[in-house]
Each structure stands twice: as structure tokens, then as C-alpha cells.
């Protein structure tokens, strides 16, 4: 039986403590860290995400601001929306939410946000540095550093382990793979074009799923005592929920937790890491730019 | 036994290409695209690779520029050294030869270069788009590149293939890791933490040996049939040569070349492809900066 690691259960004592230094902030500078969004478009999902976001900085005592853009919106515009986020004191910390609209080009507006309050890491001079060996980025995007967050938490041995990294997005499963890389684990990128996935995972000290298919990973695929951290969260069809629907990872729970030494719940894993971190990111941004 | 793959070969051929078609660019513009070279201090290795570099310039035509500073300089004094050669029309790709002397900040310097001109890939920008799904750098770093051109020679099938990497430099091992990831190969990245590398090397369909150690992996380490391309360049002492001293891989060759189905030469293999790459590279800034 694996231990269940409860995401919900860090991010509420990590937040807390993240309250805490934000009040002590406060007192000394008299404001409050601030974190700028922008968000072009109306997807569900993303419109979702941005509420849970602004909540949690008020619940932390943030101020949070939000520059919500029409999906036909042009890159001038989008590029203005960043550039008044870059000029506004009262903003410490800047999330582009994504994907951004087709016809926007991602990784220019991703350039422009400002090094010192690119918070979600994805400038892509601190998607180098991570790349880097001997380099650090100025913050690490948020759900990969959410993820060893929860490995370090249940004791994790990442030198020297063999991680199986599943899924290379630039959100999750890249950055994912060059912090546990950083961590000096041996690190193995599998993707849909992966030849004998389940041999590979077999080997794994640590795996990471995050390639947001509803229970792909099954329990029979793992080494007994491994780790597993699912970043997914699938929305499947539930006829016996009240909603008719339920979120379920890209690991196949039933099957995995038997096999697993400790596994990440879903939802209630990674989800409430990726806030946390970036509410930590958005504190560190105010700390440095308050200290320059 | 394996064929044996010449880069030395392989290398003439492109750069008869190159010179052909630097010919070309100069009748029609009227000048030759033209590689600055900045090194500083005086190691002995980095001296010869510099002459090695400018000759090659020379064989196929184009121009070359060496800014030489004393090991003792200061992170001005090569930041200016940078950025006259950015400023300079007749240079068109620059190269830092790396390592920099340990009190300059390396990670600033490469920021500086032009990204017009960041022939070896190694601005944290470029690095940066190296490592993301869907975007493409400038320039791709020249000895990684190198590796990709000869596996392509060798009619290596990247795509689906388990390719293990060993070694994490900035300067092969993570780009190559990179670009082998672009081409849809399952990359394992191992390094010295690594737990049983035989193991891992055992499953490679690829193998990258770059990690400066003679004669490191073995032959019984290889899957028969493995693709194997040996970056290192190990200096070790012979008596019965006349120098007292010869070059060997990373790889042992006696034992690896019956086991594997093809197999770089050192010296001979990756090193001649690393110039050539590179004076590939400054065609292209030329040609891209002429037509700007």
C-alpha cells in the first residue's frame, strides 16, 4: 500500500507560512506582493485557472491583478498588456496563461515579460539557465517545481535515482525533466514516439506523468517501491457523480497504488503545488525587487 | 564489426560544399562572411582549436577575426571585446571559446553576443529555444550538431530509438540530448551519479559518449547493433608512438567496435565535424544578415 501524498495537505502549510512572510512583508514595506496575469481568450480551463489563482493571492494576502484580452486580439495588443505589467510597481510577479490564441506568438510574448518578474520561469533566457548545468534560472516554472516539492517531501532519493519522465510539454514535462536533472537523478524524456514505454517505466525510481491521458499508466508498468507524481487531471465521463463527470490522473490509481512506495493524489497532488509555487515566486519577486 | 564512421570524410565533403557556396556569396555581395573568434587566457588546447578554427575559415574562403586577451583580464574588457565584434559588418558569426577564465561571468558573456550572430548556439536564448518543443534557436551548438550529421550519414533511425547520453556538459551533453529529443529519439541523459550506466547503455539503440574519460564505456556495456558516436578527445601517454602520446575516445574501441553496428573514430570522427558545423553555421548568419 503506497503512501498517498497529499498535495492539498502541503500547499495548505506551505501557504500558510507563505501568509505569514507576505504580513511581515507588508508591515516592513507598507504593500503587498502583487502578481499580474494576462489571459487572451475565453477557454474554460484557462478562465478557471486565473480565478483559482487571483483567490489564492488574496487568501496569502497578495494583491493580484488581471489583463484579460478578447481571443481575436492582435500580438500588438498582447504585447502591450505585458509591457504596462513590466511598468507597474505595484505588479511583482507576471503569469502569461496559456496556450495563448493560435495566431499569438507564445514564445515573443514570453520574451518580453521582465526577467526580474517572470515568476512562471518561461522567459526563455530562464528556460536556458534550467537547461544549463551550473546555471540557475531566476524562478522555476511553477507545477515542475511543485512536483519535487512533493518528491523532497516524502523523502525522495533523487541523486543517482532513475527518474522515467513522461510527456516533454514546455509546461511540465521538459522543465520537469532538467530540475530532477539538476537534482542529479538520471533522467529519461519518454514521449508518444517511446518504443516500449511500460520496460522503461519498469526501471524507474521516480516516475512523472504528465501527458494528459486519463489512466495510461498502469500499476503492473512500475518497479514495487517507486514514486510516482501524476501531474494530470483528466476530466472523464462519471454517471454515479452528481456533476456526471470526474478528474482522474494519467496514472491508473487503482492498479498503481498497490505497487508504488508513495503516489500523488488527483485531484489534490500537483494542482495545489502549481498555485503554491507560484504564490512563493510571486513573494520572492516582491523580496528582491523591494531589495534592489 | 562495425562500420566505421569518417568524420574526417564527411567533414571534407560538407566543406567542399561550403566552400562552393561561400564562392557564391562573395560574387554576389562582394565580400566573405567573416567568424570573430574571442578567447581569453592561454590554455594550450583552446590555442590550438582557435588556429584550427580560423585555418578552416581560410581553406573555405571566408574571413577571421581572433581577439586574443590575457588570461588576467577583466569582465569589461571581454564584454567589449564581445561587442565590438557585434558591431563589426564584416563579422558575421562569433564564436567564445570556452572555458573563459574562471573570474568571468561565462553565462553573461554568451548573453551578450548578437543573436544574429550566435554561431555556436550558446546564448541562454538560444539555449532556451533548444530545449522547448516547437521552437527552433538561430544556431544549434556545432559539436552537437556535428553528432546529429553523423548519425543522418550513417542512415542512423533517430526517430522511436533509445538514446542514451552520457555526460551533462553545457557544451554536448545537453544540447546533443536536446536535439536528439527534437528528433523524436526516447533520450536517457547519464551522467556520474548515474547508477548502472552498463545497464543503461545495455538498451541504447544510440549511444553519446562525452564525458572526457579514456576508454570509458566498454564493448560488453553496448547492445549489439548500437549506433555509438564518441565525443571524447583523451590525450594518453605511448610509448611506442613517436610523440609519447596518442588520442583515444571516450569508448574503447577494440572491445566496442565488434559489438556495434557503426562507430566514430577518434581522433577523426566528431572533431572535424565540430569546425565544420561551425563554418556552416557563419554561411548561414552571413547569408541571413545579408538578406536582412
Avoid at 493571492?57 to 486580439?73: H, K, P, Q, R, Y
Avoid at 510539454?169 to 537523478?185: D, E, R, T
Avoid at 519518454?190 to 521516480?206: E, F, K, Y
Wanted: aromatic share 4%; net charge neutral; with cysteine.
Amino acid at each position: 500500500m503506497a503512501h498517498i501524498i497529499d498535495g492539498q495537505a502541503i500547499a495548505r502549510k506551505m501557504q500558510a507560512k507563505i501568509a505569514e512572510d507576505v504580513a511581515v512583508f507588508k508591515a516592513h514595506y507598507g504593500y503587498a506582493p502583487g502578481l499580474g496575469v494576462v489571459m487572451a481568450g475565453d477557454n474554460a480551463a484557462s478562465q478557471m485557472y486565473v480565478r483559482m489563482k487571483r483567490r489564492a493571492c488574496g487568501e496569502v494576502g497578495m494583491e493580484s491583478f488581471a489583463t484579460l484580452i478578447d481571443a481575436n486580439t492582435s500580438q500588438a495588443e498582447v504585447e502591450i498588456a505585458v509591457k504596462a505589467l513590466n511598468d507597474n510597481p505595484a505588479v511583482h510577479g507576471i503569469l502569461i496563461q496559456l496556450p495563448l490564441p493560435p495566431h499569438i506568438d507564445e514564445e515573443k510574448v514570453l520574451g518580453l515579460v521582465s526577467l526580474d518578474k517572470d515568476v512562471d520561469g518561461f522567459h526563455p533566457v530562464n528556460i536556458g539557465a534550467l537547461a544549463m548545468k551550473g546555471r540557475e534560472p531566476n524562478f522555476a516554472p511553477a507545477t515542475p517545481s511543485g512536483c519535487m516539492v512533493l518528491l523532497q517531501e516524502v523523502g525522495a532519493k533523487i541523486s543517482g535515482a532513475n527518474a522515467v519522465v513522461i510527456g516533454r510539454s514546455n509546461i511540465v514535462g521538459l522543465p520537469v525533466a532538467m530540475l530532477l536533472l539538476k537534482a542529479n537523478a538520471t533522467v529519461t524524456i519518454c514521449h508518444s514516439r517511446t518504443a516500449d514505454l511500460p520496460g522503461l517505466v519498469r526501471q524507474a525510481d521516480i516516475v512523472i506523468a504528465a501527458i494528459g491521458q486519463p489512466e495510461f499508466v498502469k500499476g503492473s508498468w512500475l518497479k514495487p517501491g517507486a514514486i510516482v507524481i501524476d501531474v494530470g487531471t483528466n476530466k472523464v465521463d462519471d454517471a454515479s457523480t452528481e456533476k456526471g463527470y470526474r478528474y482522474v490522473g494519467d496514472v491508473e490509481f487503482a492498479s498503481a497504488e498497490p505497487v508504488a512506495a508513495a503516489i500523488s493524489k488527483v485531484p489534490g497532488g500537483v494542482g495545489p503545488m502549481t498555485i503554491t509555487m507560484l504564490l512563493q515566486n510571486t513573494l520572492l519577486a516582491a523580496q528582491r525587487l523591494a531589495a534592489k
